[in-house]
C-alpha cells in the first residue's frame, strides 16, 4: 500500500519526529511504500487566501502548492499525521494544511444538503504527543475534545477512517530510554496491527 505520514514539528530531534520516523521505518519493513511530508521542512504555507475560501470544485483549479498535497493524498491508501499538542490542538501549521488541502471539492462536498466525503476508503492513523500525563487529559476533558473536534470531525468530514489515535503524554527533556523505546515499540506495532499483511 502507499503512504503518506503529515508531520507537523520544526524541531528534527523532536520525539514526534522520532515517532514518524519509525512508523516509515516499519512500513518499509513490511513492504510498503510511503512518503513523509514535514511541513516545516516544506515550508508549507498555511494560510488560507481568499480565493481559497469556496474550495476547488468543477471548473476552479487549486494552487500548485496545494495540488501537489492533493495529489499525495489522492495516491495514498493510508495517511498518517504526527503532531505534538499545542495549546490543545495541532500546530497552527497542520490546521493551515487541513483547510486549505482537505478542501471543497476535492476532500468533501454537498449533495442534497448533505455533506459527503470524497476520500472514503482511506485509512488514517494519527499519533501526537503532550507534556501533560494521559491521565490528565482524560481527567480535564481535553482527550475527548480532541477526538470529537479534531478526529470525528475533520476525518469523518472527508470519509477518512481513523483507524488508531495513539497519544503518547508526558514527552518532556529527560524522558527515559526506557519510556522512549516502548513509545517507539508501540507506533511500529500500531504499524504491524493496520498493515502487516501487504495487499496485492
Ligand atoms: C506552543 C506550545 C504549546 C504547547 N501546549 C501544550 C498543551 O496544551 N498541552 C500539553 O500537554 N503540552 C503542550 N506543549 C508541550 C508539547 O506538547 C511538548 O513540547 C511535547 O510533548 C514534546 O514533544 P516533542 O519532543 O515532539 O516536542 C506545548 C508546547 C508548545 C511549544
Not at 67 to 88: K, N
Request: charged share 20%.
Amino acid at each position: 500500500m502507499n503512504h503518506l505520514i503529515v508531520v507537523a514539528h520544526p524541531k528534527p530531534e523532536s520525539f514526534t519526529i522520532a515517532l514518524a520516523n519509525a512508523y516509515g521505518d516499519e512500513l518499509e519493513r513490511l513492504g510498503h511504500r510511503s512518503q513523509t511530508r514535514n511541513l516545516y521542512t516544506l515550508g508549507f504555507n498555511p494560510v488560507l487566501a481568499p480565493g481559497e475560501v469556496g474550495g476547488f470544485a468543477a471548473d476552479r483549479e487549486a494552487p500548485e502548492d496545494i495540488r501537489r498535497e492533493q495529489q499525495l493524498l489522492s495516491a495514498a491508501g493510508a495517511v498518517a499525521f504526527f503532531y505534538p499538542l499545542w495549546w490543545a490542538s495541532m500546530p497552527a501549521i497542520l490546521k493551515g494544511y487541513i483547510d486549505r488541502v482537505l478542501s471543497y471539492g476535492f476532500a468533501y462536498d454537498y449533495k442534497g444538503g448533505n455533506i459527503h466525503g470524497l476520500l472514503a476508503g482511506k485509512k488514517s492513523v494519527i499519533v501526537t504527543v503532550s507534556a501533560e500525563p494521559n491521565k490528565a487529559l482524560k481527567k480535564s476533558g481535553e482527550w475527548k475534545a480532541i477526538q470529537t473536534l479534531l478526529d470525528a470531525h475533520i476525518f469523518d468530514t472527508c470519509g477518512i477512517e481513523v483507524s488508531e489515535h495513539l497519544h503518547f503524554g508526558e514527552i518532556l527533556p529527560g524522558l527515559s530510554k526506557a519510556d522512549a523505546d516502548a513509545h517507539i515499540e508501540a507506533v511500529r506495532y500500531a504499524v504491524r496491527k493496520h498493515f502487516g499483511v501487504v495487499p496485492g
